[in-house]
């Protein structure tokens, strides 16, 4: 057995050594695929380009370059200052922009470098130069569509919850379709072109905006243009902000952009890792947890969450950065590779509902039982609060109200808007949540459909068991107390009894 | 075979098979530990090593890992004689129990993915992982521990036993009139003194002893082995640099070859030999060329000063080596001292005998004068009448010249 081993060992040496000696000082000391990191990229912008269709004032087109270029040049990225005046063509503009990065790229590869005791300065060599030059990107603005007109809030109920405006009300409605397209500049080689497409990182569909105008403006003559350019001009700055956090989702999503790093150190309940607020790393940003095999297959083994921003340094000093496992596959044990998830911090749901009241809301006999759908949309406010794992949640839902009045179909529908916390314990999700709203009638008859001027007003509180599956998809069960005025109390209706009771919702979320 | 015979001879077989299917229950062996592989010197107390380790979780496999490095350290930069390693293997797991001591943890490494840290880590089965790491091993403080464990002698007490070792840095031939030789020299120096060793100047003002030195047999380069015999090295160490540039198309780069070729003076045996290109630099960054050139050199040094040591813990206990040069010696000189010699030395070697010179190597427990004065008896008694001189009784050459 002793032999074997020593045979053994003797084979690895032999194997190892004549694989060492193939191999030069700086391949040794470079980490392999399985140990990525994320090494910073430098941007520049190039311009807006805007399509001939587009009628939008340069005010308007503004907010939408300031608010793109705000998703766009994050802190991952080092910014190249370019004179742009300068360069007329592309190949122009590409050599500024190598002697601007040449002079620039040996301190930006010590950055990112190892401290070497033994002449005390950053090891920087000639490949880290290069992977600079070669890490040089820019990019532009396409604007596709910009519509700014006086419109209505839109009917359908989904489209006005996530507008966040009242169902018909009357206002300023922005659409815009923008994209943005990056290439990557050949500052090495000047045999080859000068720039390589990246990707076009668009969004779907159009994005609106909407703001709403208070109807003693909209009786006033004198006020209205004025009015009208503001809210234009809000409804713009709110589209684009929306896109704006489409595209930088997308941009993220590339390859070259991507933030990775290796695991740190594995912990009970999440890992540590290198990267922090110098690439710019926001609370309840999601990573893939991966690992590679012996044939270099990569396996995805879980997911986690940013819960502790740290300050670590590209140099690997600093502190780490923590994060919640929220699925585990397989054991962490460390050392496995984190890739970034990009979320914009949405999320979308729909859910059967339940309510039991106390009291018939339409004053029949016995409990009132309501079953119906809800929708709703949250939003994650984590990054702004450094609050893990806190929304703003509007949810509009839709319950049935079983009446003795033939051909009568009553609905109760309420409008919430509130606050959410979530617990994660791995993927078993804890919420409780509070709400404020309003509540009115709608009747559906045969000879039309009505919607009551009254209103109810009230709130809810509910715990919550949520079951994440991926980012984008979980399952969730819901338990609420809710109170509501009686909207009928409102129209005259005195003994109409209030909503009092509770509620159970079984559903699903999709977040992007 | 009767039917019983087979029948006996079935069920045996039978039995056995059972018993060699049976489930073993196999006794854990001793850890694994994959060899470790020389990075870089970071400074006269601590070098940077790789090392490959095996593991449930990150950690112990880290910590496999570390231990490799310095069980491989140690057997192969250290403790590198037989009764060296022997007296390692007894107080093994005491010294890999204090492995916190010698070998640090692996940081988190740069972004740029070069350097200390984990390089790389993979999944080999369910419940193991293989990780590689470069890291840091504190050459000095394990030094002095396994020297008080008694696993390996002091090095100054075991130098001063049997006769300091004296270095001398000598160009090639080629590189004499080189731009960086005076840097170099230097560099090399520097390295040598910080590292405890004896350097002497092999400076080209010995030109007379180098001359009265004659040709010596077998070595490639032979005026620096002349030099280094005449400044009295034991070992001379050749070196040479040859600058390599690139060019980008945003800029130029800087890198050096350096080669370094040990040898032992009096026998010119080659002791180690590495030729090292450091990686490219930034040439047009100040200070970049110059860092290549050490980083260079300082590897090649770190490669090659090990096998000097190694060769010399083993070599230095049978004596000290001399270069014996009789120039003009009357007839029957190379049989009358070959007797001398074997008297008083444990080894000698006639290197040639011609009519104008006799030439000897041989090692002795003797230092040069209590050599010398063996000569000098020998020659009286053997030689009667003969007119003769010391033209040099050197650390490690003795010249006689007859008139």
Known sequence: MKQLKTLMLVLVLGLSTAAGAAEDKEQKM???????RYQRKSITYLGMVVAPAVRADAEHLGLVEQAIRRGIELKRFDYNHVDLGRAFTIDQFVATLREYVKKRA????????????????????????????????????????????????????AEALLLGCVPGAEGMLATLNASVTFWRANLVDESKPPYQLIKEVTHIKPVWGFQELALEILKDPEKLPQAMHNAGLAATREAAGGLAQWLSKGMKQIPDFKLKTPVQAALSDGVEFMLGKQEGVRMDDTYDVTEFDAAGKKSLIGYVKVRKIGDARASGEGTPSYAEKVKEKKGFVGGEQLFEHPMIGLSAGVSFVLEVAVKDVLGQDGLGIYPGAALYVDYDLAPLLNWPEFYVSA????????????????????????????????????????????SYYQVETDLGSYEGDSLGFGADAYFGLEYYIMPEFSIFSKFAGRFFTNPMQMAGGGDADPEMGGQVQIGALLAF | MTRL???????????????????????????????GEFIESVDAETELVKCTGEGPDMQSAIDNARKGCLEWYITNRMATSPSERQAYMAAQQAI??????????????PASGKGKGVKSRVRVSDDKLRVVIITDVHRKLLEDDLVAMNVIAKKDEMLDAVGRPTLAVVPFAASKGNKYRGIMEGLLNGYLTKRRWEVVSASDDLNKMVDAIGEVAGAEEDEAAKIAMAAGADVYILFEA?????????GKSVAYTVRVEARE??????????????????????????????????????????????????????????????????????????????RTCSRVKMVRSTSSEVVFRVQCKSD??????AIDEGISAKLAGANYDFAAKNHNNIIVVFK
């Open chain 1, 395 to 438: 949810e509009a839902d839709f319950l049935y109200v079983p009446t003795d009045f033939s051909g009568w179909n009553v609905f109760l529908i309420h409008a919430m808007l509130g606050l959410k916390k979530k617990w994660y314990a791995e993927s078993l999700v804890f919420t409780v949540g509070l709400r404020g709203g309003i």
């Open chain 2, 368 to 373: 040069n004068l209590e050599l010398a004065g």
């Open chain 2, 96 to 109: 890999l129990a204090k492995v916190n001591r010698y070998v640090n943890q692996p940081p988190p490494g």
């Open chain 2, 265 to 342: 003076t009096t026998t010119n045996r080659l002791l180690g030999s590495e030729a090292v290109t450091s990686p490219a630099r930034a040439d047009w960054h100040a200070g970049e060329e110059s860092r290549a050139l050490q980083e260079a050199l300082s590897d090649a040094m770190g490669k090659v000063l090990p096998q000097i040591e190694a060769y010399w813990k083993e070599d230095a206990p049978k004596g000290n080596k001399f270069y014996v040069v009789f120039k003009n010696a009357p007839k029957g000189t190379d049989i009358k001292m070959n007797s001398v010699f074997k």
């Open chain 1, 30 to 36: 470079s980490a392999d695929q399985t140990q990525q």
């Open chain 1, 106 to 157: 040996v301190d930006r590869a010590a950055a990112e470098a190892e401290f070497e005791a033994r002449f005390k300065q950053a090891r920087v060599y000639m490949k880290d130069v290069e992977r600079i030059m070669n890490s040089a990107y820019f990019y532009r603005i396409n604007v596709k569509m910009l519509n700014v007109r006086r419109g209505k809030c839109p009917e359908k109920k």
């Open chain 2, 242 to 250: 040859k600058k390599e540039r690139g060019k980008e198309g945003y």
């Open chain 2, 5 to 35: 015979q087979s029948v006996v001879t079935c069920g045996l077989a039978l039995f056995l098979l059972q018993v060699g299917c049976t489930t073993v229950v196999v006794k854990q062996g001793p850890e694994i530990f994959y060899p």
